[in-house]
């Protein structure tokens, strides 16, 4: 019987040791019994808290995605400019690489399985949606408040996200290959070229 009060510290722990076994080993092979011996937990406590391994691994991916918002928020909406929030949000978006160096390795694993996980497929759809949704909004302020000129930003918001996400991929990837810094100002500078 699980401790009363230990909800929420053991379901951090079992998506913490998930996330762990994904970027160790990926899909293949991920059981609950690896997740629990990395978690220091029985498989029974898995299963008290999550359905199934199913339901574990959208619990996993949901919050990979709400960390990686909140720590964009975080330093994006206290700035008052849209052009500042527009280039601090692609400074968070380039730096998810060294923040958050599992968050690509866990995506990726994901991105694997939307064409056979109708739900998976939902909820990576809806984290794009909501990544380009606040880029957009940071756009068409900056035209309201005639900070960015209309007719550069059509589909910026989408060009900017494919790219973050794009380059945040490459250096996941091949670090060694990929100047991580030179590529952070390159993406700004492309950016700047379209709100100018």
């Given amino acids: ?79 008052t400019s849209q052009r500042d929030k527009l280039f601090k949000h692609i400074e968070s978006i380039h730096s998810v690489v060294l923040d958050n160096p599992d968050f690509y390795t ?3 694993n994901f991105l694997g399985q939307t064409s056979n996980n109708p739900e998976v497929k939902k909820i990576m759809t809806k984290f794009l949606s909501n990544l380009t949704s606040y880029v957009r909004r940071y756009l068409e302020e900056g035209v309201a408040r005639k900070e960015f000129a209309p007719d550069k930003t059509k589909d910026l918001d989408v060009m900017i996200i494919a790219l973050g996400m794009g380059l945040g991929i490459m250096c996941t990837l091949a670090p060694e290959t990929f100047d991580h810094k030179q590529l952070g100002e390159s993406f700004k500078s492309f950016a700047e070229k379209y709100v100018e």
């Fill in 1 to 79: 019987m699980p401790k009363i009060g230990m909800e929420k510290v053991r379901k951090e722990a079992v998506i913490g040791a998930t996330m762990r076994c994904l970027c160790k080993g990926g899909f293949t092979g991920l059981s609950v019994k690896a997740i629990a011996a990395e978690a220091g937990l029985s498989t029974g406590i898995i299963y008290h808290y999550f359905r199934n391994k199913e339901d574990l691994l959208l619990n996993v991916i949901r919050e990979a995605f709400a960390q990686s918002h909140q720590n964009v928020m975080q330093v994006v909406e206290p700035l």
């Fill in 106 to 108: 866990v995506l990726l």
